[in-house]
């Protein structure tokens, strides 16, 4: 197991490092450079730039050295300084723009994965146990409902509710009068009261995926001879579903912990964008389109990085309750 | 000869399925005298299985248990009709590895990829023994012990993918034997095994059933390990049992053509042959099983006018078949009907 771990950790190590060289070409790969556009912008309200003027900035924001050396540069500065540069369009450095968002975006993640998993493995354990019954159709129908409907609609239904029914502040993750106040108690029930809208949008289309392979695994396995032992000896019947064949079934979600949260900053702009939501995916667009550098790379680096970390801990979570898998 | 341990009585399962009915079982009677061992033989699909599944009321949906009498005799006073038992509540779950343990054909997925054997050895015990953790963990070590595996106490912690096929069977039956049960039913036990293995498993059987006393519900496919476990013999064919007799009469003066067909088809060292016989036809389709007398279309005996609808005669004292014709063209005593 220990071998394991390290092993596991040098991969992600090295992941890492070609992660942000990757990052880091796919920033300068569009022509031209964030003073380009910036030029355009300003060319359109009739204002032009001098060349002088431009070559200036150019140098300040050290736009012209080689490729290599601004990599190692910016790589550089993360690394010892944890300084992630300064955002070109909005002028102040990336870390004052981030670091909330991201945890909202980490917040909003696990909140729905939480209520995926929550709602989605009893019912899928439920259809398959009782395949074909009524129960089974009606988890069914809906579950291909919540596939169906696109989540921006859901999002702009559920606003609706939430302000004609409960006359309640919608959209973003506050009311306005919490938005700047310091955590307490409030502030933490005002949260929760927004946080709910956004779990079930994201989270529906997930719930209903879930559903579906949870009962298609699930009706793998309980027809599995150890299933039938369990039932030999005894054991009560929700007891063994529980104990046997759902443990088996579930190690294919525990190999996808990591991959939800770069869905949900790419995934979900549209949401966030309905919803208000003060996630990374809106920023991320909007610094792509102005060739905002410092800050795309600086997300692009920071979801990578989360990714590797999520795999990893799925990676460990499924040696743990798989012992087929530490064996290699 | 023992006491009656558990009485079958004219079983009927079948299988409800949107293609029709399987009537997987229809109409099976087995006696299984305490202390003794019962072969069930047969070839694949015709209904041993799920016999063994209805014995612990196990028969999954879309399966079902339609008519006939399971009566155990745990009680000599008061059998237990299992048949009419909740297949999910208390009194089932109890008789089930308590008093009836079960071994399967496959010891690789009978048992669980995730946990250790440990951790379902001490499960099967502690759900029928009030015994702690550190006892029941004991007793375990004992029986594996007792079957033949070394490191007993390392073997608790290991998982079923780092064993092999003969030690997983073995720790198969040290599980079926915690409870100490009075039937151990044995579905294939040895069929997944290779020859050597094979006979060490058999070998272990046999002892086991002297020390504990229990009996053996035995079910195969092959007539050589028949000849090597069973006290009686029970063929069956399409559901129904078309042979009973102890194991001497069945191999020496079987009665039922399907027997006979069933000796012919197997090599013998002591005769010469050219070719192997084999029985004629195929086993037919299970929705559209044969009218009358199920075998008729394989049977060289077969007759329209007499053989519409065959009882179950006791041809010889203790040995019975489902023939029609049988008194006809039964051998003499002492005959060796497959010489």
């Known amino acids: 197991m220990f071998r394991f771990i390290v092993r596991r950790i040098l991969t992600a190590a090295l992941t890492m490092v070609a992660i942000s060289v990757v990052a880091f070409l796919i920033i300068e790969l569009p022509p031209g450079d964030y003073l380009t556009s910036y030029a355009a912008t300003l060319a359109e309200q009739g204002d032009i730039l001098s060349e002088e003027r431009l070559e200036q900035m150019r140098v300040s924001f050290g736009l012209g050295e080689p490729l290599p050396t601004r990599y190692f540069k910016w790589v550089g500065n993360i690394v010892l300084r944890g300084n992630f540069g300064r955002s070109l369009e909005w002028r102040i450095p990336v870390n004052q723009i981030i670091w909330h968002r991201i945890g909202y975006t980490v917040l909003i993640n696990i909140s729905t994965i939480l209520f995926v998993w929550t709602v989605a493995i009893p019912i899928g354990v439920y259809s398959a146990t009782r395949q074909y019954s009524p129960g089974d159709y009606i988890a069914t129908f809906f579950g291909f409902l919540g596939l169906a409907i696109p989540n921006f609609m859901l999002a702009l239904v559920l606003m609706w509710i939430g302000f004609s029914v409960f006359g309640q502040h919608v959209g973003g993750l506050f009311s306005p009068e919490y938005r700047d106040a310091p955590w307490d108690l409030n502030k933490f029930i005002d949260l929760l009261s927004h946080l709910w809208i956004p779990m079930v949008v994201v989270g529906t289309a997930g719930t209903a995926g879930l559903i579906r392979t949870m009962r298609a695994n699930m009706l793998d396995e309980i027809t599995q001879p150890y299933v039938e032992t369990a039932r030999a000896k005894g054991l009560a019947e929700w007891r063994l579903i529980w104990k046997y064949p759902v443990r088996v079934a579930l190690n294919p979600f525990i190999s996808t912990i990591g991959y939800a949260l770069p869905e949900l900053v790419g995934g979900v702009v549209i949401v966030a964008v309905v919803l208000n939501l003060p996630t990374i995916g809106p920023i991320l667009l909007r610094s792509l389109l102005s060739q905002d550098m410092f800050l795309a790379g600086a997300i692009i680096l920071i979801v990578s990085v989360l990714t590797i970390i999520g795999t990893f801990i799925s990676d460990i979570m499924l040696a743990l309750i798989d012992p087929r898998i530490r064996l290699e | ?339």
């Not at chain 2, 399987?22 to 699909?45: C, H, P």
């Open chain 2, 1 to 339: 000869m023992g006491d009656t341990l558990l009485e079958v009585r004219d079983l009927h399962v079948s299988f409800y399925l949107t293609e029709g009915i399987v009537r997987a079982v229809s109409g099976v009677n087995l006696t299984l005298q305490a202390g003794r061992t019962l072969g069930v033989v047969g070839e694949s699909g015709c209904g041993k299985s799920v016999t063994a599944r209805a014995i612990l009321n196990m028969v999954q949906r879309p399966g079902r248990i339609d008519q006939g009498e399971i009566l155990w005799y745990g009680d000599p006073d008061y059998p237990v009709d299992i048949a009419q038992l909740d297949s999910r509540g208390p009194d089932i779950r109890n008789l089930r590895w308590g008093e009836i343990a079960m071994i399967f054909q496959e010891p690789m997925t009978s048992l669980s990829p995730v946990h250790s054997i440990g951790n379902q050895m001490i499960e099967a015990i502690r759900l029928h023994h009030n015994a702690t953790d550190a006892e029941a963990t004991q007793q375990s070590v004992e029986l594996l012990n007792r079957v033949g595996l070394s490191q007993p106490e390392r073997l608790l912690g290991a998982y079923r993918h780092e064993l092999s096929g003969g030690m997983r069977q073995r720790v198969m039956i040290a599980m079926a034997l915690t409870c100490s049960p009075r039937l151990l039913i044995a579905d294939e036990p040895t069929t997944a095994l290779d020859v050597t293995t094979q006979s060490q498993i058999l070998d272990l059987m046999r002892d086991l059933q002297d020390e504990f006393g229990m009996a053996i519900l035995f079910i195969t496919h092959d007539l050589g390990v028949i000849a090597e476990m069973a006290d009686d013999v029970a063929v069956m064919y399409l559901g129904k049992e078309v042979e009973i007799a102890d194991v001497d009469t069945i191999f020496h003066q079987a009665a039922h053509p399907y027997t006979q067909a069933l000796l012919r088809s197997i090599p013998r060292h002591d005769v010469v042959t050219e070719r192997l016989e084999s029985i004629v036809g195929n086993v037919p389709d299970p929705y559209n099983i044969p009218s009358g007398c199920a075998f008729h279309p394989r049977c060289h005996h077969y007759l329209p006018e007499e053989c519409a609808d065959p009882e179950l005669v006791e041809v010889r004292p203790g040995q019975w078949a489902l023939c029609a014709r049988t008194p006809e063209f039964l051998p003499a005593s002492g005959e060796r009907t497959n010489a």
